[in-house]
Nanobody
Framework: QVQLVESGGGSVQAGGSLRLSCVASGYRGSYNDYYMGWFRQAPGKEREGVATIFTMGGATYYADSVKGRFTISLANAKNTLYLQMNSLKPEDTAMYYC??????????????????????WGQGTQVTVSS
């Protein structure tokens, strides 16, 4: 298991920007199998994938709704995950969660946003975008 702690959420007006951070600790497996992602859940809606990155090689995958606006990245020897969110919209309002998985490239490429591929989750950070 990996421990994940998110930060950086807040309230912003439409068109504004926020950067979310997620610090990971405790992973002792191979980075050939490791991937991390951002998910979000709005009230009354299911949790959905926003962006994910495979740590070996840095391949990324985005939800269509955030392409061109959000950027996922890794730093600090793969211990810190970021989500740069630009041109925010009211529909981006949600609780944002950091998640980590260890299923390898086959799992990630076949189902990058499948919740079952991510056994470790953070507590979430709230993002509110007002119009």
């Amino acid at each position: 298991q990996v421990q994940l702690v998110e930060s950086g959420g807040g309230s912003v007006q439409a068109g504004g920007s926020l950067r979310l951070s997620c610090v990971a600790s405790g992973y002792r497996g191979s980075y050939n199998d490791y991937y991390m992602g951002w998910f979000r859940q709005a009230p009354g809606k299911e949790r959905e994938g926003v962006a994910t990155i495979f740590t070996m090689g840095g391949a990324t995958y985005y939800a269509d709704s955030v392409k061109g606006r959000f950027t996922i990245s890794l730093a600090n020897a793969k211990n810190t995950l970021y989500l740069q969110m630009n041109s925010l919209k009211p529909e981006d309002t949600a609780m944002y969660y950091c998640a980590a998985g260890f299923g390898g490239s086959s799992a990630w490429y076949s189902s990058p946003f499948s919740l079952s591929n991510y056994p470790s989750w953070g507590q979430g950070t709230q993002v509110t975008v007002s119009s």
